[in-house]
């Protein structure tokens, strides 16, 4: 510690006492008798010892010296959730007041703040892709959410299946946490893994909850030329699908939500989130003994001018 390199000045101001009392010893000479100097008071030689070692113990209490450790309970909310985010061509339709995607990322930034343990993003369109693994660090997974766009992952279509077990392998990283995953879709599924995934949820008591984002009445997507168009020249339109997004929330103990923008829509996967496993931990706290060198030097200090008393 930085305060401890004050002690080098130590062995500076014995030198300065002790040459300070030879000088008083030789002005008291020269102009006071011997029995009125005092000059052979037997315990005045330790003054500047005394006062020395009372410096030093000041220092020492100065650089917050501890002995010993105290054991604090410490409460920490313990839970895992994985957000996962479809980013396929169909989450660019403008029929929620925005695009779907937009919405889905002001969902899930929601959610992520909302989260009392990790929090990791998945997005997937027809293959899934991890953005961000488990993390205490929920400002760098919004950022994350933030920055996605359609078609991120470059594999048209939109395998909920697979997003779902690529979430469960973040899960299953860590079996003893309580954790659970949130799918955000327009519920368009192409892929043909949902029944494995939901089984795979189930055997592990692994709530997967769904939010559908879109209107059944569909919509057009637009692009950067214009609307999508698939091959034959025909625009596109795309309808938001619940159908899937249930069943995967019943099957596995979840909850189902449709465009939760009111103000407490999201209080139901809110709650849970906060209905984190609580585990109390023992931390070890050293226990400060400043008081023991400063007690020490009020007694070297005091010592010291208890010696100087009639040595004038």
Do not use: C
Not at 213 to 230: C, K, M
């Amino acid at each position: 510690m930085v305060t401890l390199w004050l002690l080098a000045a130590v062995p500076l101001a014995l030198v300065f006492l002790l040459s300070r009392e030879r000088l008083r010893t030789r002005v008291a000479r020269r102009f006071a008798s011997e029995r009125l100097r005092g000059s052979s008071h037997p315990s005045r030689v330790l003054r500047p010892w005394l006062l020395a070692a009372g410096v030093a113990a000041v220092i020492l209490a100065l650089a917050g010296p501890y002995a010993g450790f105290t054991l604090v309970p410490v409460a920490a909310r313990e839970s895992n959730r994985v957000i996962a985010i479809d980013v396929s061509n169909s989450m660019g339709a403008e029929d929620v007041g925005t695009s779907r995607l937009s919405a889905a990322k002001g969902i899930a930034m929601r959610l992520a703040d909302a989260q009392q343990g990790r929090v990791a993003l998945v997005v997937f369109e027809g293959a899934p892709e991890v953005v961000s693994p488990l993390t205490t660090d929920t400002g760098a997974v919004a950022s994350l959410i933030d920055s996605v766009v359609p078609g991120e992952v470059g594999e048209p279509g939109s395998d909920i299946g697979s997003a779902i077990l690529a979430a469960m392998r973040l899960i299953e990283s860590e079996p003893a946490q309580k954790a659970d995953i949130v799918v955000i879709s327009d519920g368009e599924e192409q892929g043909a893994r949902v029944r494995e995934a939901v089984s795979r949820a189930r055997s592990r008591a692994v709530r997967v909850s769904t939010i559908l984002v879109g209107s059944a009445e569909g919509s057009t997507i637009p692009t950067g030329n214009g609307l999508l168009r698939d091959t034959s020249g025909e625009v596109v339109r795309t309808y938001a699908r619940s159908e899937v997004m249930r069943e995967v929330a019943r099957e596995t103990g979840g909850t189902a939500l449709e465009n939760p923008f009111a103000a407490h829509a999201l209080d139901p996967l809110a709650s849970r989130a906060s209905a984190a496993t609580e585990k109390e931990t023992q931390v070890r706290i050293p226990v400060d003994r400043f008081q023991w060198p400063l007690a020490v030097a009020f007694l070297l200090l005091f010592g010291g001018s208890l010696v100087h008393r009639g040595a004038e």
